[in-house]
């Protein structure tokens, strides 16, 4: 199973709503990552969890939460998002992070806040 | 800081080859990566060059050059289905062996024409 998925596909959210994304693996990768990426733009990267501990956040600001509840599971929970926070957001694996730039993409949350 | 650059753009027609160039300028370096992303979807691990000379998968090659902080992807016989953008990436070596912490370029738009 070479395959990261993410719920849901697609999600409308006002500014005053709590909604949660999740994201699953089942390759026995060690590391997970939340990108948010805008149209024609890269991906930028958001949080790295490694071996289920938070090891990098990009000063991402804090209505974004993420969670690792365990080894396949990444959650992010959002709460009083902003319009310019509708964007495309995508969760990744890889092997022991450091070690690796062999990144798993799942398909994506595509995000409208209004 | 680490920076890579790439053409915003390129166009070719089916059965042609197209390479799209990348640079990068990075405190430490640990190899270069392409992905293919295609509009709408996640992106997808293409090649990773570690060492210098030409990486072969198929229709795709990758080449690196670790003396002139260069890289290229190059596709053969292309097909409609290569439309896509693509994006050279490497790994922050400011992280060490924090996280897979991957830069991106800004992305290069293949357009293939029939």
């Known amino acids: 199973d070479t395959e990261v998925t993410q719920t849901p596909k697609h999600l409308v959210m006002g500014m005053t709503n709590k909604k949660s994304l999740k994201c699953e693996q089942h390759m026995g990768h060690r590391a997970m990552y939340w990108y948010k990426q805008k149209a024609k733009k890269p991906p930028e990267l958001m949080f790295v969890?490694?071996?289920?501990?938070?090891?990098i956040n990009e000063s991402v600001p804090s209505r974004f939460s993420p969670e690792c509840p365990n080894s396949s599971l990444l959650n992010l929970h959002l709460h009083a998002l902003q319009p310019e926070d509708s964007a495309l957001y995508l969760c990744a694996s890889s092997w022991r992070g450091g070690t690796s730039q062999t990144q798993y993409f799942g398909p994506g949350t595509r995000l409208l806040v209004l | 800081g680490q920076s890579l650059e790439q053409p915003s753009e390129v166009t070719a027609v089916e059965g042609a080859i197209v390479q799209i160039n990348c640079t990068y300028q990075?405190?430490?370096?640990?190899?270069l990566s392409w992905y293919q992303q295609h509009d709408g979807g996640a992106p997808t691990f293409l090649s990773y060059?570690?060492?210098?000379g030409l990486e072969e998968t198929g229709r795709f090659s990758s080449f690196l050059s670790r003396s002139d902080s260069y890289g290229y992807l190059l596709l053969q016989e292309l097909q409609m289905k290569d439309s896509a953008s693509y994006f050279c990436?490497?790994?922050?070596?400011?992280?060490?062996?924090?996280?897979?912490?991957?830069?991106f370029g800004q992305g290069t738009e293949l357009s293939v024409k029939p």
């Open positions: 060059n570690g060492l210098d």
């Open positions: 990436a490497v790994r922050d070596p400011s992280e060490g062996n924090q996280g897979g912490k991957l830069i």
């Open positions: 969890y490694s071996y289920e501990k938070l090891s």
């Open positions: 990075t405190s430490g370096f640990y190899g």
